[in-house]
T-cell receptor
Framework: KNQVEQSPQSLIILEGKNCTLQ??????????LRWYKQDTGRGPVSLTI?????NTKSNGRYTATLDADTKQSSLHITASQLSDSASYIC?????????????FGTGTRLQVTL | GAGVSQTPSNKVTEKGKYVELRCDPI?????LYWYRQSLGQGPEFLIY????????DSGLPNDRFFAVRPEGSVSTLKIQRTERGDSAVYLC??????????????FGPGTRLTVL
């Protein structure tokens, strides 16, 4: 069964600090891996998309890495801000040619405090 | 509008009732997806439309759930004889095409359904 596991489940950090969120997946066939940010009461918003051949991708203070051999990804947030408080969801896509079928992780709930 | 919109934002109903949830995708997006997100969980795939047709409905939990997209734009998710276990946030997403890398799905804010 296709699965995406994330850790930690939740995290509290001080404003200005860095943090790294982890994602392990067992999805096949693999098409790409995405990190989404979901604010409370809102739909997920895409941060990064990486294909099999990409090891790292950045979007501002967010940097995602991908190791397709070990089926692991991480999302590093630099110089955190209060507005980074949200759930971060790792999503692996299986592209069947007719649809991009997404398998979602359960997310890491990040809280940035003063 | 600029993004995916969903109505209503909240729906409270009684067990056994029928509900309809509406999704307006981004204009020009041919692919439309429905997901269900339970508290503390990631979204789970329900059904996917390419144009007017349901290309993949393998995620629908049972025959009480049904979705339509008659003109290839707006979609309605219909739930008959609602049960308390149907309580969740129902998310809709749309994308410009139906597959391929970097094919980003844009999500709406969701409809929070509560079945009492």
């Amino acid at each position: 069964k296709n699965q995406v596991e994330q850790s930690p489940q939740s995290l509290i950090i001080l404003e200005g600090k860095n943090c790294t969120l982890q994602c392990n997946y067992t999805v096949s066939p693999f098409s790409n891996l995405r990190w989404y940010k979901q604010d409370t009461g809102r739909g997920p918003v895409s941060l990064t998309i990486m294909t099999f051949s990409e090891n790292t991708k950045s979007n501002g203070r967010y940097t995602a890495t991908l190791d397709a051999d070990t089926k692991q990804s991480s999302l590093h947030i630099t110089a955190s801000q209060l507005s980074d408080s949200a759930s971060y969801i790792c999503v692996v896509s299986t592209d069947t040619g007719t649809a991009s079928k997404l398998t979602f992780g359960t997310g890491t709930r990040l809280q940035v405090t003063l | 509008g600029a993004g995916v919109s969903q109505t209503p934002s909240n729906k409270v109903t009684e067990k056994g009732k029928y509900v309809e949830l509406r999704c307006d995708p981004i204009s020009g997006h041919t692919a439309l997806y429905w997901y269900r997100q339970s508290l503390g969980q990631g979204p789970e795939f329900l059904i996917y439309f390419q144009g007017t047709g349901a290309a993949d409905d393998s995620g629908l939990p049972n025959d009480r759930f049904f979705a339509v997209r008659p003109e290839g734009s707006v979609s309605t998710l219909k739930i008959q004889r609602t049960e308390r276990g149907d309580s969740a946030v129902y998310l809709c997403a749309s994308s410009l095409t139906d597959g391929g890398n970097y094919n980003e799905q844009f999500f709406g804010p969701g409809t929070r359904l509560t079945v009492l």
